[in-house]
């Protein structure tokens, strides 16, 4: 087993906070997913490719750009989530349970091929991406949305401030460990990888930044352990009187720096990658 497939988190932790997932996160994605998939050049009646979905936070927006989806994601929840909501609002999209490793579809399918905010944690990126390019017609595009750099993404650094207030021994996710979902932080990376791939016309857009606004630690809360199951397990073992007082401490800085009792935006850098197939 590889370091990075140590620090991956099984198809039932995912399973675990879809609801939150569904709830507290993916709604907030659909404007940097549509700046994404402009990017990409997507058009009404292309077919677009989502790959490791979550409950939808690329291809819900594609669909309502008139796209013809098809969201893959390994936790059969998620796609649950997704069905659901694409049924709600009439939308021309189908979920599928897939592992991004090995897509069981056909070479050379989609207009677009994508992912946000999934692709970029998986423990063999490049395996995953080959698979992306794969499904995608010569001449189509494939787009990637991924965090920048850490020592920037404000959430998560609030997140472990406020933890450590309550519990001053917790260190947070260890130095030494990789941290999947940042290991095309650097966009040099990224657009090697993509080129790798097999893409050309390799363009990544680091202009863009993701914008949580949140009115209480409760949300902060929320958000952090919706997105992702390791923040989940970072915390595995506090009380539910510390998970209560956490929550407190998080109002207390909500408060402090928006000067009162204004949303807080915090931000996170984005590395946007495109190609060409």
């Known amino acids: 087993m590889t370091d990075l497939e140590q620090h991956t988190a099984p198809v ?39 790959v490791a979905a979550g409950p939808g936070g690329l291809s819900l927006p594609a669909a309502r750009l008139g796209a013809k989806v098809l969201a893959t994601d390994w936790s059969p929840r998620m796609i649950d989530r997704f069905t659901a909501r694409a049924a709600a609002e009439g939308l021309d999209a189908e979920g599928r349970v897939m592992d991004c490793h090995a897509l069981d579809l056909p070479g050379d399918t989609y207009d677009v091929t994508g992912s946000q905010f999934g692709v970029m944690l998986v423990p063999d990126q490049p395996q995953a991406l080959h698979e992306m390019v794969r499904v995608t017609k010569p001449g189509g595009r494939v787009l990637l949305i991924a965090y920048g750099d850490p020592s920037q993404f404000e959430a998560l650094h609030f997140f472990i401030s406020a933890v450590q207030v309550v519990v001053p021994e917790f260190e947070g996710p260890a130095d030494d460990e990789p941290m999947l979902e940042f290991q095309v932080a650097d966009p040099d990376v990224l657009r090697q990888r993509l080129i790798d791939a097999g893409l050309t016309s390799v363009v990544v857009d680091t202009a863009q930044q993701e914008r949580i606004t949140v009115s209480s630690g409760r949300q902060v809360w929320n958000w952090t352990l919706g997105g992702n199951p390791i923040p989940g397990e970072l915390i595995a073992d506090l009380s539910d009187g510390q998970r209560d007082d956490i929550v407190r401490v998080l109002d207390g800085m909500i408060r402090e720096r928006s000067g009162g009792d204004e949303p807080l935006v915090l931000t996170a850098p984005l590395n946007i990658g495109v190609g060409t197939k």
């Open 12 to 50: 039932e932790a995912w399973d675990a906070i879809a609801g939150l997932y569904d709830e507290h996160v993916a709604p907030g994605e659909s404007d940097l997913a549509t700046a994404g998939l402009r990017l990409a050049g997507l058009r009404a009646g292309d077919s677009f490719l989502d």
